[in-house]
T-cell receptor, first 112, second 115 residues
Framework: DVKVTQSSRYLVKRTGEKVFLECVQDMDHENMFWYRQDPGLGLRLIYFSYDVKMKEKGDIPEGYSVSREKKERFSLILESASTNQTSMYLC???????????FGPGTRLTVT | GQNIDQPTEMTATEGAIVQINCTYQTSGFNGLFWYQQHAGEAPTFLSYNVLDGLEEKGRFSSFLSRSKGYSYLLLKELQMKDSASYLCAVRDKGMTTDSWGKLQFGAGTQVVVTP
């Protein structure tokens, strides 16, 4: 079974803090994704990566950056957290480009 | 890009059938996925359609009409555990690396199954 894990289920941070969200997958997938999920808006793609050290902007990259130093790990960074970044963050991975994506359990981030 | 529409909520009784519609507008279609997401959990893959027609998987079936930009997910013999959000996602057929393979998700349809 593919397993995608995320470092925290719940996180509370203050405005202006630097926040790191970690995602690890154990199935040697090339492709990894970061989404945020908000009521009424569905899942929106923040960044994705097709390979180590490679990253591409998704639909809403502003205020975020990512890091992929190892194949199994994809990190999402909020350089200076703001209240409008309060959301559920979901990481996903896929074996082939455009293939079925496997999701982690999500991190519910609250920025106060 | 894509524009994906699905109903916000549907209610049905145990044992019944529910059909969740998804319409999309896209500059380049390359497949449609359905995911199930229980409250507080990760989305899990249900089905994938890239050609027109019906794909059946047990109690769940998914249909696609590319010419109409339309899909539906059919849930038969509803069970209480089917209460969840159902997400329609369209895969882009981009011409460049930065768009191919990305999924665009609808807002999800919350299905409530009542006894």
């Amino acid at each position: 079974d593919v397993k995608v894990t995320q470092s925290s289920r719940y996180l509370v941070k203050r405005t202006g803090e630097k926040v790191f969200l970690e995602c690890v997958q154990d199935m040697d997938h090339e492709n990894m994704f970061w989404y945020r999920q908000d009521p009424g808006l569905g899942l929106r793609l923040i960044y994705f990566s097709y390979d180590v050290k490679m990253k591409e902007k998704g639909d809403i990259p502003e205020g975020y950056s990512v890091s992929r130093e190892k194949k199994e790990r994809f990190s999402l960074i909020l350089e200076s957290a703001s209240t409008n970044q309060t959301s559920m963050y979901l990481c996903a991975s896929s074996l082939v480009v455009g293939g079925e994506q496997y999701f982690g359990p999500g991190t519910r981030l609250t920025v106060t | 890009g894509q524009n994906i529409d699905q109903p916000t909520e549907m209610t049905a009784t145990e044992g019944a059938i529910v059909q969740i519609n998804c319409t999309y507008q896209t500059s380049g279609f390359n497949g449609l996925f359905w995911y199930q997401q229980h409250a507080g959990e990760a989305p899990t893959f249900l089905s994938y359609n890239v050609l027109d027609g019906l794909e059946e998987k047990g109690r769940f079936s998914s249909f696609l009409s590319r010419s109409k930009g339309y899909s539906y997910l059919l849930l038969k013999e509803l069970q209480m555990k089917d209460s969840a959000s159902y997400l329609c996602a369209v895969r882009d057929k981009g011409m460049t690396t930065d768009s191919w393979g990305k999924l665009q998700f609808g807002a999800g349809t919350q299905v409530v199954v009542t006894p």
